[in-house]
């Protein structure tokens, strides 16, 4: 095993009244929710809420070094987390994830190693005891030196091998084609305390970022997040490779990939004219398919992207594609590729339209991800929908840039075959628990609709650039994004989110002819559900409520067809002369 050593602890300070951190690194040294859990114990409220060990302190900055044994399929390695407090004061008591059977081997605070550490199942505890922790707002109210703080955090095991990754996750011990040795993880759901230990919370990212150095045998290629910051020869057969991650990034998205890769690079002027990098590292026997196919498929990715989304979030990180032995996952500025360079999900178009099959899935939904999931992320992993439902909308954002407004209709129609409704997209919070699958495809299907009552393009475009803008590299929940609708739109959207997110109920629009009128009402919803809807029947827009409303039934109207449009995810219920109308279809019932 290859000795660890120390890294320089690192040092804050503040300048013209601007906290800056300096850190003095050291030189020699397809999304998967995949909680279905049916019963849940202490141990998931210890992951999935603030308890009060998590609430006084705050992630800065994440220096992880890794160094994986591939025969023996253990890792052992150190984190150094630097953090600031929110509360002054002593008998301060951390908590720190790691999931077993890995484990904590020691900790050093202060330069000095503390013993009173304590293991709940998932869960170290660590007892600072009179230490007096003092924040960097009380500091400066004080005009006194600012000092954040830092723990060494060494930690070894066999972690958790995944077993379907990336849905059902952990590390990965992987071969290629050649049979040399593969290695990645995959976490998302699981978390990342399945492999280093961290403040595994969705809420508490890094501000400063993350530090990702991978030791491996010199005749393999570690990448990582980020920018490649160094690469050093350890004279013991060894290399030593350091990514470095400026921008906040969640804890399941920091991932090593170690294989025989090669690299290639290309760049991107968006649509600030900056340069963005464009990296691709792949397995060395696939270089020609992925230059043809990236090259292909990322430009016009991120053209469309930046149009309907807004600029790319990660500029100074850059973008990358990896290859990886499992399909796709959005690990922030180093995406996991395994699409196998094929059209399609897999060769095989999702949609059912034809429209999917003229595109890289992974590359376009993954990229998709650093908008919705990396650079807006949700507090609690039971507002997923937010990640899955905008990312999955994406796609079709991307196919009605390059394709039009028809074949994208056609897409999210498409994709609404496949929503079962079996539970509500929103999942309990405070436990680690997201809610049900449907969040991609239905999730899709809600803001589709919702777009169709905006019934204004170019609001609907900048509410969601505004959402990329107003909440840049932050962590938000649910009811953060709704109400941002109702207010750039103008409309009071939040019965539709209550439908649609909250129940399994599709709202049925029920139609009858009564004396020569038509009248209409809203059935199967939540109270007070007052959706506008349009008719295929010339474009005519109702708007129903639910108690019975009417409108003049003319001879015109009774010329055409009564059908609900079909960019709306809803059902027809009719009566009377109706009553013949077939049902539409693709209503996942």
């Not at 079962?420 to 999942?427: C, E, M, T």
Request: proline fraction near 5%.
């Amino acid at each position: 095993m290859i000795e660890l050593k120390y890294v320089n602890s690192f040092i804050f300070s503040v300048y013209t009244g601007l906290l800056l951190i300096v850190l003095i690194f050291p030189r020699n040294s397809c999304s998967q929710p995949l909680h279905k859990k049916q019963k849940f114990n202490r141990q998931d409220t210890l992951r999935g809420s603030i308890t009060p060990e998590r609430a006084w302190w705050n992630v800065v900055h994440y220096n992880l070094q890794v160094v994986p044994d591939y025969t023996a399929k253990t890792i052992k390695g150190w984190n150094q987390i630097g953090f600031d407090v929110n509360s002054d004061g002593k008998n301060k008591r951390m908590q720190i994830d790691l999931q077993q059977p890995m484990k904590i081997d020691s900790i050093i605070f202060n330069k000095k190693k503390i013993k009173t550490f304590k293991r709940s199942g998932n869960v170290y505890i660590i007892d600072f005891g009179s230490y007096h922790f003092v924040s960097a707002k009380t500091a400066l109210s004080r005009r006194h030196p600012v000092t954040l703080y830092s723990i060494y955090i060494y930690f070894s095991g066999r972690p958790r091998e995944a077993v379907n990754p990336p849905w059902d996750g952990g590390w990965i011990w992987g071969k290629d084609a050649k049979g040399r040795p593969w290695m990645t993880a995959a976490c998302q759901g699981l978390g990342a305390s399945v492999w280093y230990p961290c403040k595994d919370h969705q809420s508490d990212e890094p501000d400063q970022g993350a530090l990702i150095q991978v030791k491996v045998p010199d005749t393999l290629v570690a990448a990582a997040n980020g920018r490649l910051y160094s690469k050093e020869d350890q004279k013991d057969g060894t290399l030593l490779w350091t990514w470095q991650v400026k921008n906040p990034i969640n804890n399941y998205n920091i991932v090593p990939y170690i294989g025989k890769y090669v690299h290639f690079s290309d760049n991107y002027i968006g649509e600030t004219e900056k340069n963005l990098s464009l990296d691709y590292w792949v397995l060395d026997y696939n270089l020609e398919k992925a230059k043809k196919q990236f090259g292909r498929d990322v430009k016009p990715m991120l053209k469309a992207f930046e149009y309907w989304l807004g600029t790319y979030p990660f500029y100074e990180d850059g973008f990358k594609l990896v290859e990886s032995p499992h399909l796709g996952m959005e690990h922030q500025s180093a995406i996991a590729y395994g699409n196998h360079y094929m059209n399609g999900y897999l060769g095989s178009d999702l949609s059912g339209s034809g429209w999917g099959m003229k595109w890289d899935y992974i590359i376009v939904h993954e990229a998709g991800h650093e908008w919705f999931g990396n650079n807006i992320t949700t507090n609690d992993i039971a507002d997923m929908w937010v990640h899955e439902g905008f990312t999955m909308y994406s796609e079709a954002l991307f196919i009605e840039y390059h394709w039009g407004k028809k074949a994208a209709d056609e897409y999210v129609q498409g994709i609404r075959l496949k929503i079962f409704n079996d539970k509500p997209l929103i999942g309990p919070y405070g436990i680690n628990q997201e809610g049900s699958n449907d969040m991609y495809n239905k999730g899709a299907n809600l803001l589709h609709t919702i777009r169709q009552v905006i019934n204004n393009d170019s609001i609907f475009r900048q509410i969601l650039r505004g959402l990329n803008r107003d909440f840049y590299h932050r962590t938000i929940n649910s009811k953060d994004v709704e109400a941002y609708f109702s207010k750039e739109s103008g409309k009071d959207l939040s019965k539709i989110f209550d439908q649609y997110l909250r129940t399994t109920k599709i709202p049925e629009l029920e139609l009858k002819e009564t004396n020569g009128s038509l009248s209409y009402r809203w059935t199967n919803c939540v109270p007070g559900f007052a959706m506008p809807v349009r008719l295929k029947n010339g474009g005519l827009w109702l708007y129903p409520t639910v108690e019975w409303k009417k409108t003049p039934f003319t001879d015109a109207m009774k010329q055409k067809a009564m059908e609900i449009d079909k960019n709306f995810y809803a059902t027809l219920k009719a009566g009377g002369i109706f009553e013949s109308i077939p049902p539409p279809t693709g209503m996942g019932q």
